[in-house]
């Protein structure tokens, strides 16, 4: 390889850093902080040791399951070690959606089967033993609009949009193509499908069904609802084109049990001027129940912890409160989400900004912001001191979904973003594991997330 | 995860477009020109497909192998079926080292012995047998001068000063720790030392060795130099500080061969108004034995072909000649670049610039340009325009080792810069194998770098 050197950032930071003496000065300094703050992170980057923790000693952590409760008991032990000023938690009850036996799928052709890779959307019902009809494949909610009665009711309706991989975020394209997974049981039953099968929202051609929370209409019947691989996917596709009468069986076992108690865990830092004026920080602690949720969320959850903890390390002690916060249930349900800006609204207490890290452990680029547009101008202020670390992006954009509820409550939300491209290869799979996240990638985005935390607690919104 | 929406880009684009009317519709046209490119690399890229194909079928390919010779005739079959206007071979002398048996070292502490993985580094001589000897740790060069001879003659000197995790860019730490693997046998038999042993260059735990080019002064002895994992690294040191006696026991078998008749790979699309001017953009066809080679340099190559594929597919046809050069011998000799440079001087060639793809095939981020102020700011007049792509860093920087010698014969030498905090995790062990590559990130860097090219091809420099 060659060796390689970027001299651009140094260049354009010098360049921002011009304006007048005493901006240049408290830039200065405010650089200086966030260079503490990375090396720190560098250094002895905590994240990543905690996430191995978290993904080796709990694992998948579905809402209501044994080990989200099992996640809710390490990471109140994790903050209460970390040395917080205060470790709690927040109760909140929560759905408890069970897969049940692994699903079973296969298409028939004559006496010839072809087994197919799948697995339930979460929340869908079961199948009550062995679901068989024809296919339907539709790309368009047009195409199923125009489709004669006779032609769908009874059969599976098989959703096989594509994400679309020219879109360069790879968020907006889920965002795009998730109304498939979303809708797609409710649009189906309303035609009197017996069922929905539905492309795995990936931008990877392979043999992961991916899951994911759907939804149902009390107006309409429940029917099943589950994903096929990619791969799946587009095999499926041409057996249909050259059998278009083929019998697809679909088996799956899951049920949605009673509700059940959890909780939010919350740590504090008492900020040493405004200790009433909060900045919360967090992630999700439940995950899919398919693999480890490694990326989607574990590593927003250590890193959210790792906030504090450089902050604490590096002894730049934050002047307001800075809450690390880790929700319950943003998978199927926001409940932890609702219930902490719940508490907040409740016992009054003064939210400045919150911030959610809910988009992979990759390289950090900036961050996507919700607030006014003099709020965002004061925030984008700051992009120079992230340019060393090119994570210099910072404009509109959403949050995270656990923090949106404190919308109104806050002066902003900030949903940290990193590299992404290849996020949606393996978000809701069994793919999700700890060995696809970097260390380095990780330690700096906990980094990234602290200096912006670091600024906020010291100039306010 | 939440859904992600980065707004900053097509705003910072817009604003970025305003200037002048003439300005702007040239730049609406270069605009819609990218998108064209990077559509066709995410809906139909080869670079992917091409990789899985050297990787797979060739593999690693060190100059000299007949891994080697296999690539080229890969590499010239890949490029005539991609139907560009003319592929040939420019013939080179390499040099031919080859590993031998596998290595082998451990530590005795009486009759206690501990294994370590290693490997011989690129052009070591061998042990001829076992090589036994007490172990010397340094890390710095200043601590090896200041040791009397007696401490350090007839022992193994163990180079163990880590790469440099605080420094953002990668490749800055690998050129800071880079000087111990290079120098490492030289310094060590200056003080009548018997071997070198080097941590590896790497910025992760782990267990594997990395291999990497190292060098030998006539005037002094030539000693094997190995490399030790970071892990193996640090286990030798703590047992160094328990045992300051220890034996350490070396077997490498590794030899200098002949020299070998060997070459680069050369694809041309004609120029449509200026066929004499040639834009030239490639990546080293060689690599280390130890793995596929997939990041180092096979991402380069496979998109240095797409390049003129991605602008033949689009209908873009370049207005200068565009030729993309799999070098030989880049990682131990240069032997490739150094013939590319001479052939095109012997045969007064104009060239424009050189693109080199050299640095991982992640996530495109920029380029690093050496060049004169004034071709520097032309070319990063056109950062806007990749803006929406996340891929404007551009500024002065290494263009790559390979088009190197090409230095006062082009305008500019460009780096092709990627994302790069994971790059050296892999990096010359046996590590860097295809399934660490993800095809997403390495078909926008083959766009990235066709956006490029497309413009200078255009605009001239």
Redesign the interface.
């Known amino acids: ?9 140094a ?1 354009a930071l010098a360049a921002l850093l011009a304006p007048a003496a005493q901006a240049q000065s408290a830039s200065k300094i405010d650089s200086l902080a966030i260079r503490t703050i ?2 720190e992170a ?2 002895r980057g905590q994240s990543y040791e905690n996430l191995r923790q978290l993904t080796s000693q709990v694992g998948g952590r579905l809402s209501g399951s044994p080990e989200a409760q099992k996640a809710v008991e390490w990471g109140k032990a994790a903050m209460e070690k970390a040395g917080f000023d205060r470790v709690y938690l927040q109760e909140v009850m929560v759905p408890h959606w069970v897969r049940g036996a692994k699903e079973k799928a296969e298409a028939k052709v004559g006496s010839k089967a072809t087994k197919f890779n799948v697995c339930a959307l979460g929340g869908s019902v079961a199948t009550k033993g062995k679901l068989k009809a024809g296919v339907v494949e539709v790309t368009s909610w047009d195409q199923l609009a125009a489709m004669p009665d006779n032609q769908v009711k009874g059969k599976f309706i098989f959703y096989n949009r594509p994400m679309n ?2 879109f ?5 394209a ?2 795009d193509a ?1 109304d498939q997974r979303r809708r797609g049981a409710i649009e189906a039953a309303k035609r009197g499908a017996v069922g929905a099968l539905v492309r795995s929202l990936s ?2 051609h392979d043999d992961y069904p991916h899951t994911g929370t759907m939804s149902y209409d009390d107006k309409v019947n429940k029917v099943p609802a589950a994903a096929l691989s990619t791969n799946g996917a587009d095999q499926l596709s041409q057996l249909l084109k050259a059998n278009p009468t083929l019998t697809f069986e679909l088996e799956m076992a899951c049920q949605q049990l009673p509700e059940v108690k959890s909780y939010n865990v919350v740590g504090e830092l008492k900020g040493s001027k405004y200790p009433d004026e909060i900045i919360s920080v967090g992630g999700h602690l439940d995950s899919w129940d398919l693999a480890q949720g490694a990326h ?2 574990g590593t927003g959850i250590v890193q959210s912890m790792e906030v504090l903890r450089l902050l604490k390390a590096t002894g730049l002690r934050p002047e307001r409160t800075v809450r690390a916060v880790f929700f319950m249930n943003e998978e199927n349900g926001t409940r932890g989400g609702l219930k902490y800006a719940e508490l907040a609204k409740a016992a009054n207490e003064k939210h400045v900004a919150a911030m ?1 890290s ?3 452990g990759f ?1 950090p ?2 961050f ?1 912001v919700e607030a006014d547009p003099a709020t965002l101008a004061k925030i984008q202020s700051w992009a120079p001191l992230f340019v ?3 994570s210099e ?9 656990d923090i949106g509820p404190l919308k109104g409550q806050v002066k902003a939300l900030i ?1 940290y ?1 990193c ?5 949606f ?1 393996i ?1 809701h799979t069994a793919a999700d594991t700890f060995d696809k996240v ?4 990780l330690e ?1 985005g906990g980094a990234s997330m602290a200096a912006l935390i670091y600024l906020i607690s010291k100039y306010g919104l």
């Open positions: 390889m060659r060796f390689l050197s970027r001299g651009v950032a260049v990375y090396d560098l250094l991989p020219t360069i975020e790879t968020g907006r889920y965002g998730g931008l990877a989607d969320d959610e809910d988009g992979g390289t680029r900036g996507g060393p670390y090119h992006e910072i404009g509109p954009g959403h949050g995270g979904t949903g973003d590299d992404d491209q290849r996020y290869d978000h970097n260390r380095r990638e700096m």
